[in-house]
């Protein structure tokens, strides 16, 4: 699939400034940009490739496919006689009030994103051409697996957009099929505290949304969600990394994975980019445009842990998720009134008169974890 479809850059060189100064932050616009990038020409998707539905998440759809003449997984041997995996998915855009075009999503995280990382870091994305009549079958047959429930309820009625004439090739980071392997993903979210947090606070950011949408939940009869508290990603106890590991989404391997989460130079990066990228919170609100989106993206993506079955093989992380995070649509006034709530309420403070103990680093002791048996491959 790489060999025909591929079109990947030169790896870039790390980036270790100070993004503002590396990347000048201009109009609040991105229109601009895809006038560059339409004058090029673009590889088109095959004619008969086969899409699978593969997940979807508010915004867009990623599908598996194959065409007539591939079938297998692209897997290719380097001159040292190692294994590569070149294999690829299609994301395809929803139709949505706050959508931004592919052609534009690709110019900001070229310009933006990709230089604060090593390509090996991220989950590569380049435009490929629609055929005709691509899309109009994939939501033909997304109204089909509605019929069957096949599809997420929670998804019913939003479909793609007929007007974007690009997909998105992204790097495959799920198990070849009958490897053994598997993945592990999650969101780093907020690896530093908001900066419009009280200086007291007993709760990070992520860690007080959570509580104050879990109280909500509570309120409206729905179940709670529970999750790690994101600075024990980047603690230097291996033990916090263990304990996130706990909730994360994945399969076998999980002290593997913890290992190989402390200290991750992937992570450790991250987080030095939330530092630079710091355009949140209330103050953040009067930033520029750009900026904002920048930190915000930041503070959203996934990362994508590929572990292999065989314990001699190295594990493989990349970042995904990176589409600017832009404030349109109503996000920006919802960002404001969300800080202004978790301030205000106490849930920063661990105040509100509804919480109980947290999973969050900051309020110091936490409860033990129950020890369950697993498999560690």
Same mark, same amino acid.
């Given at each position: 699939?790489?060999?025909?479809?591929?079109? *990947? @850059? #030169?790896?870039?060189?790390?980036?270790? =400034?100070?993004?503002?100064? $590396?990347?000048?932050?201009?109009?609040?616009?991105?229109?601009?940009?895809?006038?560059?990038?339409?004058?090029?020409?673009?590889?088109?998707?095959?004619?008969?490739?086969?899409?699978?539905?593969?997940?979807?998440?508010?915004?867009?759809?990623?599908?598996?496919?194959? /065409?007539?003449?591939?079938?297998?997984?692209?897997? /290719?041997?380097?001159? =040292?006689?190692?294994?590569?995996?070149?294999? *690829?998915?299609?994301?395809?855009?929803? %139709?949505?009030?706050?959508?931004?075009?592919?052609?534009?999503?690709?110019?900001?995280?070229?310009?933006?994103?990709?230089?604060?990382?090593?390509?090996?870091?991220?989950?590569?994305?380049?435009?490929?051409?629609?055929?005709?009549?691509?899309?109009?079958?994939?939501?033909?047959?997304?109204?089909?697996?509605?019929?069957?429930?096949?599809?997420?309820?929670?998804?019913?009625?939003?479909?793609?957009?007929? @007007?974007?004439?690009?997909?998105?090739?992204?790097?495959?980071?799920? +198990?070849?099929?009958?490897? =053994?392997?598997?993945?592990?993903?999650?969101?780093?979210?907020?690896?530093?505290?908001?900066?419009? !947090? +009280?200086?007291?606070? *007993?709760?990070?950011? &992520?860690?007080?949304?959570?509580?104050?949408?879990?109280?909500?939940?509570?309120? $409206?009869?729905?179940?709670?969600?529970?999750?790690?508290?994101?600075?024990?990603?980047?603690?230097?106890?291996?033990?916090?990394?263990?304990?996130?590991?706990?909730?994360?989404?994945?399969?076998?391997?999980?002290?593997?994975? !913890?290992?190989?989460?402390?200290?991750?130079?992937?992570?450790?990066?991250?987080?030095?980019? %939330?530092? #630079?990228?710091?355009?949140?919170?209330?103050?953040?609100? #009067?930033?520029?445009?750009?900026?904002?989106?920048?930190?915000? &993206?930041?503070?959203?993506?996934?990362?994508?842990?590929?572990?292999?079955?065989?314990?001699?093989?190295?594990?493989?992380?990349?970042?995904?998720?990176?589409?600017?995070?832009?404030?349109?649509?109503?996000?920006?006034?919802?960002?404001?009134?969300?800080?202004?709530?978790?301030?205000?309420? =106490?849930?920063?403070? !661990?105040?509100?008169?509804? #919480?109980?103990?947290?999973?969050?680093?900051?309020?110091?002791?936490? $409860?033990?974890?129950? /020890?369950?048996?697993?498999?560690?491959?």
């Amino acid at each position: 699939m790489q060999r025909n479809l591929g079109m *990947k @850059k #030169q790896g870039a060189k790390p980036w270790r =400034g100070n993004l503002i100064g $590396a990347v000048p932050l201009k109009s609040e616009s991105t229109t601009s940009q895809t006038t560059s990038i339409t004058s090029h020409t673009f590889r088109e998707l095959f004619p008969r490739a086969r899409p699978f539905y593969l997940a979807e998440g508010g915004a867009n759809i990623v599908y598996k496919f194959t /065409t007539q003449n591939e079938h297998a997984p692209s897997i /290719t041997t380097n001159g =040292g006689g190692q294994q590569r995996d070149n294999r *690829k998915l299609l994301r395809l855009r929803k %139709q949505i009030k706050s959508a931004t075009s592919y052609a534009d999503t690709v110019n900001n995280f070229d310009s933006y994103i990709k230089p604060m990382f090593d390509n090996h870091e991220l989950v590569d994305q380049e435009l490929v051409r629609l055929p005709k009549g691509f899309i109009a079958y994939c939501n033909k047959q997304l109204r089909v697996d509605e019929a069957r429930n096949l599809r997420p309820k929670e998804r019913y009625g939003v479909y793609l957009s007929t @007007k974007e004439p690009f997909g998105l090739m992204i790097t495959d980071m799920t +198990p070849v099929t009958g490897s =053994g392997g598997c993945l592990w993903e999650f969101k780093p979210k907020w690896l530093l505290q908001s900066p419009s !947090a +009280p200086p007291d606070a *007993k709760r990070c950011r &992520t860690c007080a949304l959570r509580e104050m949408k879990n109280f909500n939940a509570r309120n $409206a009869g729905n179940s709670e969600k529970q999750s790690f508290c994101p600075l024990d990603l980047v603690s230097d106890n291996f033990e916090d990394v263990l304990r996130a590991t706990r909730f994360i989404r994945g399969g076998h391997g999980r002290k593997r994975v !913890a290992a190989f989460l402390h200290r991750n130079s992937t992570l450790l990066r991250l987080q030095e980019c %939330q530092r #630079q990228m710091n355009a949140v919170g209330l103050p953040g609100l #009067q930033a520029n445009f750009r900026e904002r989106a920048i930190s915000m &993206t930041l503070r959203d993506c996934t990362m994508f842990v590929k572990v292999p079955l065989d314990e001699l093989q190295p594990l493989e992380a990349r970042l995904g998720d990176l589409d600017f995070k832009s404030g349109i649509g109503g996000k920006l006034q919802y960002w404001r009134e969300t800080e202004s709530r978790l301030i205000e309420d =106490g849930w920063y403070s !661990a105040t509100h008169p509804d #919480q109980k103990s947290s999973e969050c680093s900051l309020q110091g002791s936490r $409860a033990d974890f129950p /020890t369950f048996a697993e498999r560690e491959t």
